[in-house]
């Protein structure tokens, strides 16, 4: 606010060249440090410096790959539950969506004993209608998304072990690995390829690439503008002719397609689905997305801040491990680390916005 | 400042006299660009806006005036299609429209710049400015495009120096409105509405900011401009309408020679004369030490020091407009908010500044001028409403004695004639005037010694408000000090002994209220002291 005085210039007068510097020159220096994903980068470097401390084999090319492929099931969901929080909503049923959409493939699949491609197209169009369905109620009833998607969470837990045990007479699916089509849905969703003698699983191409996707949407399309709008100012959004419905309806299906690429993920890993996975899935993601630099209250991240977060996630749940810690502490350090990241970002920001 | 005797309109008379001159107003081509008639917009409880009448022609610059409350803000609302009118028809260019929403009203070429100012933080100056209208080509933006035609606007509005590129966040307030005005420049707009856009500029920016009116009117753009400053009216306004209590008082005057009192007449025309409870013997110099003493009180940004005594028996009133620093005052003094310089002293002893419940302790009390947010549990009963301030009298190891809570909280209601004589009524329905007699029962239930009132009459019927003058006298008179804020002046005259009249937080005034009369008060917190 110290520009106020110094930088406007009246008409007719010549403007006085150290206001112009003010406000439209900054070093690169301070433009990073006012980028969402800052701290979040700090913090990553920090992790990964203590681990390779604490841990000989974590600076392993073959323990890298591990981190990255543990990084990237969560990384996958926490793009659009970053895209969504950006927007000012939560999805509480993002964890549970993901089992319910590979359940879907699986018994379709295995009931009308159907190309597991048939299977793929079907759970697609019905996970994308859960998202629509969470989008419709939000904009319909006014209700707080927490709410809205607590009621799909729970809805869809109770779903997926209610047909599970109807169908197959078990809490998992039968095996449909012999079925039409399963090696090549395999080999897209679940494969691995090696680059030099480290095997690379393809979710961390779906990563990446959703990642890049995101990005770009949020920062060269109309759509990403009015994803910063109706999460920072949905009235003023309003008020200008954004449609902020469809807005946020958009985001929640965005939710539901990357819920269906991490559900198809879990199936073709193996061949078979857990119906109680999912559960608690959720708070990963947006955990990612929050040290990511994501603001609770909208309006403000990143997608690279949610890659960021999830590679965070994925360093310190493996590098438990190669520093051969009892695992059962890992929660403990993961709520430690979201604490530590949401501090560091706000203190960023603060110290970004009063030097701006 | 020698003026003969204001003309006071007939306040009820649907057609004021000063209202025929508008009909001749209209531009000599045909239909003026807008024209509102008999605009209604009621909200649960309150008739925001009863028959408002606006009138403006191409290419001027048209004030509305009015005191808060009276209407402007959802008039505007109404212009900008955020509000659906209940009644009443508007004309555009001649042709009947409706204004069905903020994109009806930016395609007639309408754009308003409120008072919040309603960007988005997160987007840079260029996507703000085309937010909603995006340069784009299916749906991918083309943000070469949208900043050099930011960077052109901005140029126009004599600020090239605010970066396209730059996140709004980091602006400062006035460049942020700067954008909000490029912004309605980016739609082919005819009709600019401003809300106090110089509220928030320092003088330079204010001339700046006419010259960019005058660059609009030139173009045959005309703007609705809203301000309390009447010198800024005089400065650039052609015709001035004047709201009051949701209705037009008149419309179409000459911005430039209709006098000042006249304006004020208009906008503070009562319909009905308040009767007001008689004071006690006049005191010059009240004697006894003060009950309450505020010594270069202060809060940077808000009020300057301030000093005044209220003793045992008094009403001392604070007169000001909104923004003038009233309502802050009280609040300081109360300890809702911390002061940057000075003290406050009960009975000779310093509060510890910025604590309620010091204060409270100390024996002050406040009915906050948001009664149904800030002073009231809507849902609750009267009694323990009441009762709130002081339930551990009732209780006993933890228990509540419910009957003795109910008897003592009806004694205090009963005393201030609250009705109806329910203690386990919901305050919810109560009236205005008789949920105020809550929230005053519940300091007398406490025992306190200083009552602090802001607004105590907003929202309560003209017929009710002379009961609630009486028990506010009432109460004085038995001793109780009581500190007066009130924007409706009148009031402050009628009810006070002595008046601090306030402007732009500081105090210009402060005397006997007998030496003052509402013009007097009005030429004081309008314009400063005339002299």
């Not at chain 1, 003010?22 to 701290?39: M, N």
């Not at chain 2, 509102?36 to 008739?47: A, E, L, S, W, Y």
């Not at chain 2, 739609?187 to 009116?213: G, K, T, W, Y």
Request: hydrophobic share 45%; proline share 6%; net charge negative.
């Amino acid at each position: 606010m110290t520009s106020a005085s110094a930088a406007p210039v009246g008409p007719g007068k010549t403007p006085p060249v150290t206001g112009d510097e003010r406000l439209v020159h900054r070093s690169l220096a301070r433009r990073s440090l006012a980028r969402p994903e800052f701290g979040a980068i700090v913090g990553a470097l920090a992790v990964f410096v203590f681990f390779s401390v604490v841990a000989d084999s974590f600076l392993q090319t073959s323990s890298m790959s591990t981190v990255l492929n543990a990084s990237s099931t969560i990384g996958i969901m926490a793009v659009p539950v970053a895209l969504l929080m950006i927007g000012g909503e939560f999805d509480l049923s993002a964890g549970v969506m993901v089992t319910s959409a590979a359940l879907v493939t699986s018994m379709f699949s295995y009931q009308m004993t159907a190309n597991v491609w048939l299977g793929i197209t079907v759970s697609l169009l019905v996970t994308l209608a859960l998202g629509f369905f969470n989008g419709f109620m939000l904009t319909r009833t006014g209700l707080p998304s927490f709410i809205i998607t607590l009621g799909t969470f729970l809805m869809l837990t109770g779903l997926n072990l209610g047909f599970t045990r109807l169908i197959s007479d078990s809490v998992s699916t039968k095996s449909i690995a012999d079925m039409d089509g399963f090696s090549s849905a395999h080999d897209l969703f679940a494969s691995q390829f090696e680059i030099g003698s480290v095997k690379i699983q393809v979710t961390v191409l779906w990563w990446l690439g959703l990642v890049t996707l995101a990005t770009w949407v949020l920062l060269r399309t109309r759509a990403g503008n009015w994803i910063f709008a109706v999460g920072g100012g949905a009235d003023a959004a309003r008020a200008v002719g954004v449609p902020v419905a469809r807005t946020k309806i958009g985001l929640y299906m965005g939710v539901a397609l990357c819920a269906w690429i991490s559900g198809q993920h879990l199936l073709f890993n193996f061949d078979v689905v857990q119906s109680g996975e999912g559960v608690g899935n959720e708070f990963l993601y947006i955990i990612a997305a929050v040290i990511g630099g994501c603001l609770m209250t909208g309006g403000y991240g990143s997608a690279i801040g949610s890659a960021v977060g999830a590679f965070i996630f994925g360093m310190t749940s493996k590098g438990i491990v190669y520093a051969q810690w009892n695992p059962d502490w890992f929660k403990f350090f993961l709520g430690g680390m979201l604490l530590l990241a949401t501090l560091v970002n706000a203190w960023v920001r603060r110290r970004a916005e009063a030097s701006a | 400042m020698v003026a003969p005797e204001p003309p006071t309109p007939p306040p009820d008379s649907p057609n004021p006299p000063t209202a025929d001159a508008s009909t001749t107003a209209e531009g000599p081509g045909g239909p003026p660009l807008l024209l509102m008639d008999g605009i209604v917009k009621t909200f649960p409880g309150v008739r925001a806006l009863d028959g408002v009448d606006l009138e403006v022609a191409a290419g001027e610059v048209h004030c509305l005036l009015g005191q808060n409350g009276a209407g402007k803000s959802t008039l505007i609302k109404v212009l900008a299609g955020a509000h659906r009118p209940d009644a009443g028809t508007i004309h555009w260019r001649g042709e009947p429209v409706t204004l069905a929403s903020p994109i009806a009203a930016m395609r007639l070429g309408i754009a308003t710049i409120y008072q919040e100012l309603d960007l988005v933080d997160g987007l840079s100056v260029a996507e703000n400015v085309f937010l909603g209208h995006e340069f784009a080509t299916v749906g991918v933006l083309h943000p070469g495009r949208a900043q050099a035609a930011t960077a052109e606007l901005l140029a126009r509005l004599g600020h090239p120096e605010i970066s396209p590129s730059r996140p709004l966040g980091e602006l400062p307030a006035a460049a942020k409105q700067v954008v909000s005005m490029a912004r309605a420049l980016s739609h082919d707009v005819r009709l600019i509405v401003m809300d106090e856009p110089s509220a928030v500029l320092d003088h330079d920016e204010v001339d700046n900011l006419f010259r960019i009116v005058s660059d609009l009117t030139a173009d045959g753009v005309s703007v609705v401009y809203i301000s309390h400053r009447l010198e800024e009216i005089r400065r650039i306004g052609d015709r001035v309408t004047v709201l009051k209590d949701g209705r037009t008082a008149a419309r179409g005057l000459p911005a430039r020679t209709t006098p000042t009192r006249d304006v004020v007449a208009l906008m503070t025309g009562r319909s009905v004369e308040y009767v007001f409870p008689e004071r006690p013997e006049a005191q010059a110099q009240p004697a006894g030490e003060p009950v309450l003493r505020v010594e270069g009180l202060a809060r940077e940004g808000e009020f300057a020091p301030v000093d005044l005594d209220v003793h045992p028996g008094e009403i001392v009133g604070l007169a000001g407009l909104v923004g003038s620093g009233r309502t802050e005052i009280l609040e300081t003094i109360y300890g809702a908010r911390r002061p940057t310089a000075g003290r406050v002293l009960v009975d000779g002893r310093p509060l510890r500044p910025g604590s309620v419940q010091a204060a409270v302790r100390a024996g002050l009390g406040l009915a906050p001028e948001e009664r149904k947010t800030q002073g009231l549990l809507m849902l609750e009963s009267v009694t323990r409403n009441v009762s709130l301030s002081c339930l551990n009298r009732f209780s006993r190891a933890g228990w509540l004695d419910s009957r003795r809570e109910r008897e003592a909280a009806r004694a205090r209601t009963r005393e201030l004639s609250l009705h109806p004589d329910d203690p386990d009524r919901p305050v919810r329905t109560l009236s205005g005037g008789n949920q105020q007699k809550a929230v005053l029962a519940r300091w007398l239930l406490r025992g306190c010694r200083v009552l602090l009132l802001d607004e105590p009459t907003r929202g309560v019927d003209v017929g009710a408000r002379a009961e609630l003058y009486a028990v506010i006298r009432r109460l004085a008179d038995e001793g109780l000090a009581v500190l007066l804020v009130s924007s409706e002046v009148p009031e402050v005259l009628g009810l006070a002994d002595r008046v601090l009249v306030l402007r732009e937080g500081r105090t210009v005034h402060q005397g006997p209220a007998t030496e003052l009369d509402e013009h007097r008060v009005l030429d004081l917190v309008m314009e400063g002291s005339p002299s």
